[in-house]
T-cell receptor, first 113, second 112 residues
Framework: QKEVEQNSGPLSVPEGAIASLNCTYSDRGSQSFFWYRQYSGKSPELIMSIYSNGDKEDGRFTAQLNKASQYVSLLIRDSQPSDSATYLCAGGPWDTGFQKLVFGTGTRLLVSP | DAGVIQSPRHEVTEMGQEVTLRCKPISGHDYLFWYRQTMMRGLELLIYFNNNVPIDDSGMPEDRFSAKMPNASFSTLKIQPSEPRDSAVYFC??????????FGPGTRLTVL
């Protein structure tokens, strides 16, 4: 069973702090990883994708991938109350050409003013 | 540009009834996905299509579930007969670039 594991949280951080969200995966064949943000009662929204080891930055968001440790993380700098949501980590196995994503159950982030 | 469109947004039905969920993908996207989300199991992929052809239906829970994509702009997910354990939010998503999936607003299904 290919799995993606996340701490369900909630992760509470004060406004302006760095929020660090983590994810581990079991399938060494996974080649692509994604972070989706899901507000309560809404659909998942893609915010970051990462395909190679290292860091990828986009505005206040930085995704980090370490394939040797099977570990993916998302850092949110200068956290805002509007960042409060559930963050889903997803991985794409190699054998399906990346289309079949396996999602974690998500980490709930609470940013307090 | 319209995103993924799903209907209905909410469906309440009684056990044993047939339920049909509908999805219109983003124009030009050639992959379409059906997901189910529950608190207990999270987001699960049920089936996905490429160019209207089902590629992987291994996530479909049982024979009561079926999905079709008769053309590039329309797909259905049918549950017959429905059971209370089918209650969940069902999402449709589409993609063009590999794995950058765009989700529809979802259908919240309640089976009494």
């Amino acid at each position: 069973q290919k799995e993606v594991e996340q701490n369900s949280g909630p992760l509470s951080v004060p406004e302006g702090a760095i929020a660090s969200l983590n994810c581990t995966y079991s399938d060494r064949g996974s080649q692509s990883f994604f972070w989706y943000r899901q507000y309560s009662g809404k659909s998942p929204e893609l915010i970051m994708s990462i395909y190679s080891n290292g860091d990828k930055e986009d505005g206040r968001f930085t995704a980090q991938l370490n394939k040797a440790s099977q570990y993916v993380s998302l850092l949110i700098r200068d956290s805002q109350p509007s960042d409060s949501a559930t963050y889903l980590c997803a991985g794409g196995p190699w054998d399906t050409g990346f289309q079949k994503l396996v999602f974690g159950t998500g980490t709930r982030l609470l940013v307090s003013p | 540009d319209a995103g993924v469109i799903q209907s209905p947004r909410h469906e309440v039905t009684e056990m044993g009834q047939e339920v049909t969920l509908r999805c219109k993908p983003i124009s030009g996207h050639d992959y379409l996905f059906w997901y189910r989300q529950t608190m207990m199991r999270g987001l699960e992929l049920l089936i996905y299509f490429n160019n209207n052809v089902p590629i992987d239906d291994s996530g479909m829970p049982e024979d009561r579930f079926s999905a079709k994509m008769p053309n590039a702009s329309f797909s259905t997910l049918k549950i017959q007969p429905s059971e209370p354990r089918d209650s969940a939010v069902y999402f449709c998503a589409s993609s063009l670039i590999v794995n950058e999936q765009f989700f529809g607003p979802g259908t919240r299904l309640t089976v009494l």
